[in-house]
């Protein structure tokens, strides 16, 4: 099992950047592969970019490429998100995730992006 604590979000200006932390438990981080997902109100939780195990795949949303990257490091058990060219479609909260090797999925508590245009 792994928990996920979220960390950086903050008020920011449209064209701003801002590098969202997720910090794991475990010693086991490296089995996982990592993701970064967000959620605007009233709308529906949307996924932003993913991360191999290893680090060497990354996937992103259209939305967000070119603009995002996320990263990984598994001797720190951290992955990151940074942003930058922030527009104010990309406030939500955003959420980690982390996924097993057998397909179980854990969530972050989540934490507030604020883009002010």
């Keep these: 099992q792994v ?3 979220e960390s950086g979000g903050r008020l920011v ?3 701003g950047s801002l590098r969202l ?3 794991a438990s475990g010693r086991t ?3 996982y592969a990592m993701g970064w997902f967000r959620q605007a109100p009233g709308k529906q ?3 932003v970019a993913a991360i191999s195990y290893g680090g060497a795949n990354t996937h ?3 939305s967000v490429k070119g603009r995002f990257t996320i990263s990984r490091d598994n001797a720190m058990n951290t992955v990151y998100l940074q942003m930058s060219s922030l ?3 990309d ?3 955003y959420y980690c995730n982390a996924v097993s090797l057998l397909g179980v999925i854990y969530w972050g508590q989540g934490i507030q992006v604020t883009v002010s245009s």
Excluded: M, N
Aim: proline share 4%.
């Design 3 to 5: 928990q996920l604590v």
């Design 13 to 15: 200006q449209a064209g």
């Design 21 to 23: 932390s997720c910090a």
């Design 29 to 31: 981080f490296s089995s």
């Design 45 to 47: 939780r949307e996924f």
């Design 60 to 62: 992103y949303a259209d």
């Design 87 to 89: 527009k104010p479609e």
């Design 91 to 93: 406030a939500a909260v």
